[in-house]
């Protein structure tokens, strides 16, 4: 039986930036004109109601996919996992045209592994490549020409935008739907040569969105951040596992949540923090010392419990201070067991600053 081609999902990075089009546009050119893969456009994945036409076609593809994204790895693959489209980490070898501070190139991080996982991932891999680790397009289409080369699956899809966790709520099972894409503003291929699926009827741009994503690769479900929140964006699902449940609820801007999160496993993939939009890390695993707690200055905490005061009180609420929804492993509690933080902290208090 003849191979499929490539799908190549571009999901558009947010706003008009000119320099990000071109990219784009770049990407999508050579690859329906080497005939590499069929190339199809979809909005920015971030801002996508669970509804959308796009993320239905990106649910139809059970197969092998790559996600071009202007977000970071990890934001964009929890992003798509909360849409419905979960799958195993494939490996990329993408050069970055950054260099660490001495110059060498810096390591690929592990997929941490401590948490709940996600709710039956399918198994089929899911490639994500971030447009901000080079200007270059060629990088990229050498990239999904070797993915393609070595994949043992019929299609591969890009996502030039965005990432998930897993859906809100069960949604009924609906029929694949046809290929997607949006209006090119660039020439295409002819047909048969990986040219774009014809666009559909012009849909209204999607509006600008801001909402935690939940890593379940790191995810305890120790539920602190249902307790931190008071705006009732979390809840709980048939599985008595976390999950964000109203998302527009979350208050634009806050990342309050993020910072109690004992396992680093809250992303705001929109965040100018790289930690809290989504940067690798080496995993929930290791110890963060505080050190602005030496010098006085706010711990993460404090500034966490701050956030979520300026919110309520923008929402004729009263502030709560850290009286309410106070992660326990961070407050008083009964004297017990020392785990490895009460001993870490033990060791700085003995330093005597």
């Given at each position: 039986?003849?191979?499929?081609?490539?799908?190549?999902?571009?999901?558009?990075?947010?706003?008009?930036?000119?320099?990000?089009?071109?990219?784009?546009?770049?990407?999508?050119?050579?690859?329906?004109?080497?005939?590499?893969?069929?190339?199809?456009?979809?909005?920015?994945?971030?801002?996508?109601?669970?509804?959308?036409?796009?993320?239905?076609?990106?649910?139809?593809?059970?197969?092998?996919?790559?996600?071009?994204?202007?977000?970071?790895?990890?934001?964009?693959?929890?992003?798509?996992?909360?849409?419905?489209?979960?799958?195993?980490?494939?490996?990329?070898?993408?050069?970055?045209?950054?260099?660490?501070?001495?110059?060498?190139?810096?390591?690929?991080?592990?997929?941490?592994?401590?948490?709940?996982?996600?709710v039956k991932p399918l198994n089929r891999k899911i490639y994500v490549l971030d447009l901000r680790q080079s200007s270059d397009s060629a990088v990229y289409v050498n990239e999904i020409e070797r993915i393609a080369r070595e994949a043992t699956t019929s299609l591969v899809t890009l996502s030039l935008g965005l990432s998930l966790s897993p859906a809100p709520s069960p949604q009924p099972a609906k029929p694949a739907a046809a290929p997607f894409s949006l209006p090119f503003s660039f020439p295409t291929a002819a047909a048969g040569n990986g040219a774009a699926s014809p666009p559909p009827a012009a849909s209204p741009e999607p509006r600008r969105r801001w909402y935690p994503v939940i890593d379940y690769s790191r995810c305890t479900n120790c539920m602190e951040c249902i307790d931190f929140c008071l705006f009732g964006v979390y809840g709980v699902d048939a599985l008595d596992r976390i999950l964000v449940e109203e998302q527009d609820n979350c208050k634009r801007g806050c990342p309050a949540c993020s910072r109690v999160c004992p396992a680093n496993a809250i992303i705001f993939p929109e965040h100018k923090t790289a930690a809290i939009a989504g940067a690798p890390t080496t995993g929930a695993g290791d110890f963060k010392i505080d050190l602005s707690k030496l010098f006085g200055a706010p711990s993460a905490l404090?500034?966490?419990?701050?956030?979520r005061d300026t919110e309520l009180v923008a929402d004729g609420r009263d502030a709560v201070g850290l009286a309410v929804g106070i992660p326990k492993r961070q407050a008083d509690k009964p004297c017990g067991p020392q785990d490895d933080l009460d001993k870490l902290m033990d060791g700085l208090d003995a330093l005597d600053f």
């Open positions: 039986m003849a191979r499929k081609k490539l799908t190549v999902v571009i999901s558009q990075g947010p706003g008009k930036n000119p320099t990000k089009r071109q990219l784009e546009e770049d990407i999508a050119t050579q690859l329906m004109l080497n005939g590499t893969a069929d190339v199809s456009l979809i909005p920015h994945l971030y801002d996508l109601p669970y509804d959308h036409h796009g993320l239905d076609w990106l649910r139809s593809i059970d197969s092998d996919m790559v996600v071009v994204s202007w977000l970071y790895e990890r934001a964009a693959r929890w992003v798509l996992d909360r849409n419905g489209i979960p799958g195993q980490v494939g490996l990329t070898q993408l050069p970055s045209d950054e260099a660490d501070e001495d110059g060498e190139e810096e390591l690929p991080v592990e997929e941490a592994t401590s948490g709940i996982g996600s404090e500034i966490a419990a701050m956030e």
